[in-house]
């Protein structure tokens, strides 16, 4: 009874300082480039330790390990995030969160036929239900200028699914980049988003899209480049040889974040 007690309490600690860790990180995650706040992610690895010592061999989950591995990822610890990242799909080889997380690290470092694999294993385990894997490889095979693989898995996506615009989008610039203009004419009407929504980052289509087709019409707004981010009354467009690329704006108030359109760089919370 008595182990039965222990075996139970120890239990539930890893479960909350995972969860605490993970609470950090997302928070982290969100204020990270705001310019007057350091947010520190030494307590969050100090919970996640906790967990996975605690736990020992018996109790520890692999989420612990792949929280442990997103941290060191963002204190820029690659080889730890790797570690960490590696001895959770060794402890559940099944859990397919851990191959899109070490997807995702792996297209940073810029090892795209390796993040390809684990999106194919994503796909794989998730029994070719999960197409945002499909997605990714596509953008994979964008960013390495191969647009005819690009435009193949953005296909084999559309056909499978009522794609959302944002599919169509991608792979209109793909067909652009490939030379064949009618086909990328055609998938622009098909997604049917403003010709800004062409110079975007990818890293704001789903978002954006969604908003576009009318969940929120209200909190995003596209700054041309080279007009003004902001001003005391508002945004207006005045010239600004500060703003290259064009601006996303999200917030009820158009001005709460906003972001580089073409580099995803963060440029202002209020």
Not at 45 to 72: F, H, P, Q
Not at 115 to 125: P, R, S
Not at 128 to 145: A, C, P, Q, T
Request: charged share 30%; net charge positive; hydrophobic share 35%.
């Amino acid at each position: 009874m008595a182990k039965d007690i222990e075996y139970s309490n120890r239990k539930g600690l890893v479960k909350q300082y995972t969860n605490q860790a993970e609470k950090i990180l997302n928070e982290y995650q969100y204020v990270r480039k705001r310019a007057k706040k350091k947010y520190k992610l030494d307590e969050a690895l100090t919970k996640i330790s906790l967990a996975i010592e605690t736990g020992g061999n018996i109790m520890v989950t692999a989420r612990a390990y792949c929280v442990r591995a997103k941290i060191y990822k963002a204190l820029g610890d690659r080889e730890n995030a790797f570690n960490n990242i590696n001895k959770a799909i060794e402890l559940n080889p099944g859990y397919i969160e851990l191959y899109s997380t070490r997807a995702a690290f792996y297209v940073e470092e810029k090892r795209f036929n390796d993040a390809i694999k684990d999106y194919i294993t994503v796909f794989e385990l998730s029994k070719r239900k999960d197409w945002k894997s499909l997605f990714e490889i596509g953008n994979i095979y964008y960013e390495m200028e191969d647009y005819n693989y690009a435009i193949e898995y953005y296909s084999r996506l559309i056909v499978s699914i009522d794609a959302p615009a944002y599919v169509y989008g991608k792979r209109a610039l793909a067909y652009t980049k490939a030379g064949e203009l009618q086909e990328a004419e055609r998938d622009k009407e098909t997604a049917n988003l403003p010709e800004w929504f062409f110079n975007i980052s990818p890293i704001f289509y789903d978002a954006v899209a969604n908003i576009l087709k009318g969940k929120h019409p209200e909190i995003v707004c596209y700054i041309p480049a080279g007009m003004s981010q902001r001003t005391r009354s508002g945004l207006i467009p005045e010239e600004n040889p500060y703003n290259p690329n064009g601006v996303i704006v999200f917030g009820p108030r158009m001005a709460e974040r906003a972001f580089d359109a073409k580099t995803g760089e963060f440029l202002w919370l209020s």
